[in-house]
């Protein structure tokens, strides 16, 4: 799924708790049910169901406030909200113990110690509804506002309401002021109630869920309406409280609200704009002019008429104003959607529609963040798509990438994050998965990946190059996502289509390849590296042919480093492109001025070879040309040397060999019988020359093994008209099996030893006074 939109909350049951309160309002309203109607039952059995049910709310509102995922505000909200329920459970006793002590009582009676503790009650309320976040930091001040306005518009309608029922109240039980104190508290509760209306429709979405929000509301409501309204809908007999009732109704929609809390733990929703329309302060307008309705019908025809033009005017610029703001509304809606959809590319790659890197970092750490997180990071790079994009052009690089990010999403879980970084990398971050587990999806990615992809009518093969990280206790982002991209080079350098998970052994190869590759740089700014020419000599007469051309390097400290050390560190790091052009050029100028010294005496091919790393460089075919004009050889006289390997996968190494050979360079395959050793790579490559690896020269005498290989190289050499050369040939008696196989050309230790420059201009001379 796509990173920071709402993601689909968990689809659980129903809590216990929440079904237990569900139960306990049930049998209040049955309980209530029967004492209406003239059974009485015991005190206590009355509220038990009410003493159930804020048990159930303390004990569930604390338990969500440790749920997993929850923001520090969000958990002391919750918190307080127990609390709340925690001092509610004392009123509940206070009231069983009041209503025994004194059967008689009227409704909404309590003695002193059950007020202040409803009281504290309404006081914690209020302060965790006020602490709820207003908005982003530049609307507070402005939302503030609103938010008193709206508060004293409510407050004011309400104490009109409380001095009317407090007032009816009074007149008809006839209890003077010893009603006063407990009516006062509860219009304070239903004044509490309306300001949680109003607080919640002015809150900040990312502190609590808002469906959750909504039930906090509905709770806040059902509160205040059973605190203050139900006294006087619906008569009732002494000894018999409302609370009985509302109280287990209130706690239920918590019981609702902390279910959907715990549920939606962990989803982070889209930024909500507030809205600069309420309703609130039309709503206590409506209900003041119902007060006004009635109290104008008591009070004789002239009021009633008034207070209904009263009534009617005031409903006529309600109307006015909710038409002038239905069309401000229009606008604000577009402007609000253009938002979210500016919200949505800032986070979102374009192309793709994955999450970007700005996102992937910000859900990434937030879920390093979590306590006890459990989860591993992936890099993703496509082998050889600048290929594609050279060879196809941009297009279709685009609808390849489109065709990839979907995969890629099919192949991951619905909570995993997928992003795209740019150009052809992309990021994974699997929440709960260790390494280990998380192979599975690398290899569903590597399965997916295997289909052809349609692009605008091209039908192209991908791979892709993996490296998994995972995260450890004090983990840092940054320093993860190293470890997934160092793994990933890793994957690189061991073929295409391959992932590496990160360990140890991988840190340590880095470090000392960085420290060699800066060696190896200086070593290159320093002139400390040399050439030597191999001879390639002609069977049986070992006339030499032509040179393979081999570096060297002297270590000041090290002494001499070998090149199966240093050639591959320059290939991980980059250095094999430079450097292998300086090896390419100096051989080209060396190999010229042999020819322009010695002419036909001269070697008649310089060999040089080419790592998978160039192939792969646009342009390299370009740059051999400008070597080529640069040194005035002639292209014919050079032979570009490449192993097996790094042509096996064809692409763009093979479309480069191709472009070579457009030009007039020869091509061999060198240590051919150590890759893959596909007869096939023979008819897509365009060899000229096939080196036999010395593995099979070493044992070529008698009937062995290598001796039947050997031969039927030569055989397949001859049917396809390439030339054979055996490499690695240390003795006579290895030269004349050799000759008597068939092989007309040899290289190795009992010809000739690599020689310097000096070496080779010696010989040549030596060569040309003989011949004179």
């Known amino acids: 799924m796509m990173a920071g939109e709402e993601r689909q909350v968990q689809r659980l049951r129903p809590s216990p708790a929440l079904l237990a309160t569900g139960g306990t309002v049930l049998v209040s309203i049955m309980l209530y049910s029967v004492n209406y109607f003239g059974f009485p039952t015991g005190v206590f059995l009355l509220w038990a169901p009410a003493l159930a049910a804020t048990l159930l709310g303390a004990w569930s509102c604390f338990t969500t406030s440790t749920t997993a995922g929850l923001s520090p505000i969000t958990a002391r909200v919750w918190r307080s909200l127990g609390v709340v329920c925690g001092l509610l459970v004392f009123g509940v006793l206070g009231d069983a113990r009041y209503y025994t002590v004194h059967p008689g009582a009227l ?78 508290t509860l219009s304070a509760l239903g004044l509490i109630g309306s300001l949680a209306f109003v607080k919640v429709a002015m809150s900040d979405f990312g502190a609590l869920d808002r469906i959750a929000l909504r039930w906090l509301a509905l709770a806040a409501a059902v509160g205040a309406a059973g605190g203050g309204l139900l006294p006087l ?102 402007v609000h959607a253009n938002q979210l959809e500016l919200t949505h590319r800032a986070s979102h790659d374009d192309l793709t529609e994955l999450a970007n890197r700005a996102l992937f970092e910000q859900e990434s750490r937030a879920a390093l963040a979590e306590p006890d997180s459990t989860l591993s990071v992936a890099m993703i790079d496509l082998d050889d798509f600048k290929a594609i994009n050279d060879r196809l052009g941009h297009a279709v690089g685009d609808a390849l990438l489109v065709v990839v990010a979907e995969r890629l999403r099919e192949a991951v879980r619905a909570d995993d994050v997928v992003a795209r970084f740019g150009g052809d990398e992309f990021g994974l971050l699997l929440r709960g998965l260790r390494a280990d587990e998380a192979t599975e999806v690398l290899d569903r990615i590597a399965e997916a990946l295997t289909r052809p992809v349609h692009a605008l009518g091209f039908d192209l093969l991908v791979k892709a190059s993996i490296g998994l990280a995972e995260a450890w206790p004090a983990a840092g982002f940054q320093e993860l996502l190293r470890r997934a991209d160092l793994a990933m080079y890793a994957a690189k350098e061991r073929g295409k289509g391959r992932y590496a998970v990160y360990d140890d052994k991988l840190e340590q190869d880095q470090a000392a390849d960085a420290q060699l590759g800066a060696e190896l740089r200086q070593a290159m700014n320093n002139g400390d590296l040399t050439l030597v020419y191999q001879p390639i000599v002609a069977l049986p007469t070992g006339e030499w042919t032509s040179l393979e051309t081999l570096i060297r390097w002297k270590h000041p400290e090290r002494g001499f480093v070998s090149p199966d050390v240093f050639i591959p560190i320059a290939e991980r790091t980059g250095l094999i492109v430079p450097l292998g052009d300086w090896i390419l050029r100096t051989a080209l100028r060396q190999a010229a001025q042999w020819q322009a010294d010695y002419g036909t005496a001269a070697p008649a091919e310089i060999g040089v070879n080419v790592s998978a790393r ?31 390997t790094a042509v096996f996968d064809g692409g763009i190494a093979v479309e480069t060999l191709r472009d070579l050979v457009a030009l007039g360079v020869k091509v061999a395959l060198d240590d051919f019988g150590t890759g893959h050793s596909s007869l096939g790579l023979l008819r897509t490559c365009p060899a000229d020359t096939l080196k036999v690896d010395k593995s099979f020269v070493d044992g070529i005498g008698g009937r062995s093994e290598e001796a039947v290989i050997a031969t039927a190289m030569i055989q397949i050499t001859n049917g396809l008209h390439l030339q054979a050369i055996a490499e690695g040939v240390e003795t006579a008696e290895q030269a004349e099996t050799l000759y008597r196989l068939g092989y007309r050309f040899a290289q190795g230790y009992h010809f000739d030893r690599p020689l310097s420059p000096e070496q080779v201009t010696e010989r040549l001379a030596g060569a040309r006074t003989v011949a004179v």
């Open 233 to 334: 809908l619906i008569p009732v007999h002494p000894g018999v409280s409302g609370s009985m009732m509302f109280i287990p109704a209130t706690l239920l929609c918590v019981e609702f609200a902390a279910d959907r809390q715990r549920r939606a733990a962990g989803v982070r929703h889209l930024v909500r704009q507030h809205r600069s329309f309420s309703v609130v302060p039309y709503l206590a307008v409506a209900a003041t002019d119902a007060l006004l309705i009635v109290v104008g019908r008591a009070a004789g025809q002239l009021v009633l008429t008034v207070s209904l033009s009263a009534v009617v005017l005031t409903a006529l610029v309600v109307i006015r104003q909710v038409n002038a703001l239905r069309d401000n509304g229009l606008l604000l809606r577009r």
């Open 614 to 644: 160039q192939l792969r460089e646009p342009g390299f075919a370009a740059e051999v040309r400008a070597a080529l004009a640069d040194s005035g050889l002639d292209p014919e006289r050079l032979v570009v040397e490449v192993t097996e």
């Open 107 to 184: 409704d909404q009676q309590h003695d002193l110690p059950t007020t202040v503790v409803y009281a504290l009650a309404i006081l914690v309320l209020l302060w965790a509804l006020l602490r709820l976040p207003m908005g982003q930091r530049d609307q507070q001040d402005r939302v503030l506002v609103r938010f008193a306005l709206d508060a004293a518009t409510v407050a004011v309608t309400l104490s009109i309401f409380a001095w009317y029922v407090i007032t009816r109240v009074v007149n008809t039980w006839q209890s003077g002021p010893t009603a006063i104190v407990p009516m006062l």
